[in-house]
């Protein structure tokens, strides 16, 4: 099946510093990426869209400038949490379509971030 | 909007027991619907799908049937087992576009 790869798997910085974090699809191309954050026993929350070559679409109330998005190819998009605070850490996953799918997605297996 | 509404958990259940958890949604089309599942320490993982009225999607001994009528894609299983422990997302997706996850349910299954 379809993979859908992040890294770092978890990470911890402290306050002020920016980390990014890459989400990758191993064995097919996605031209439309998705960012969520995961908060402790809730569902996901969709943080914005990442559309390969072009600048990404930002949900309701996310803040484009703390949170950059990059999708520089078929195969790889990158989420900067930039100057994060304690109340970034979360869990962030990342989910790919395939090109020429049904609206199925495959989701990376989620990247925690701590903030001291 | 669209919106997925499922039913809260948690889930406790013996091995071998039957399970359903509820799931039901509004959406203004008809919309493809979805469930994944999160095992501990990973990512989402999709269960299975169904993309019209009265399908039924099956993977793992799981199943859901697309109700038009009920508006609902309630997850099923005859005999529950500990490794089936996880949280069960329901969600739906038009093609091309976002998915709209249901909070989740959290299942734990005791020997």
């Known amino acids: 099946g379809a993979v859908v790869s992040q890294h770092p798997s978890w990470v911890i910085c402290k306050s002020g510093t920016s980390v990014k974090i890459e989400c990758r699809s191993l064995d097919f191309q996605a031209t439309t990426m998705f960012w969520y954050r995961q908060f402790p026993k809730q569902s996901l929350m969709l943080m914005a869209t990442?559309?390969?070559?072009?600048?990404?679409?930002?949900e309701q109330g996310v803040e484009k400038d703390k949170f950059l998005i990059n999708h520089a190819s078929l195969t790889l998009s990158t989420l900067t949490v930039t100057s994060a605070h304690p109340e970034d850490s979360s869990f962030y996953i990342c989910s790919a379509r395939p090109v020429g799918g049904h609206g199925e997605l495959f989701f990376g297996e989620g990247s925690r971030l701590t903030v001291l | 909007g669209d919106s997925v509404t499922q039913m809260e958990g948690p889930v406790t259940l013996s091995e071998e027991a039957f399970l359903t958890i509820n799931c039901t949604y509004t959406?203004?089309?008809?919309?493809?619907l979805f469930w994944y599942v999160q095992y501990p320490g990973e990512g989402l993982q999709l269960l299975l799908k169904?993309?019209?009225?009265?399908d039924k999607g099956s993977n793992k001994g799981f199943e859901a049937t697309y109700r038009k009528e009920t508006t609902s894609f309630h997850l099923e299983k005859g005999s529950v087992q500990v490794s089936d422990s996880a949280v069960y997302f329901c969600a739906l997706s038009y093609p091309e576009e976002k998915l709209t996850f249901g909070t989740g349910t959290r299942l734990t299954i005791i020997p």
């Open positions: 959406a203004t089309g008809y919309p493809s």
């Open positions: 990442s559309n390969e070559g072009s600048k990404a679409t930002y």
């Open positions: 169904a993309t019209k009225a009265d």
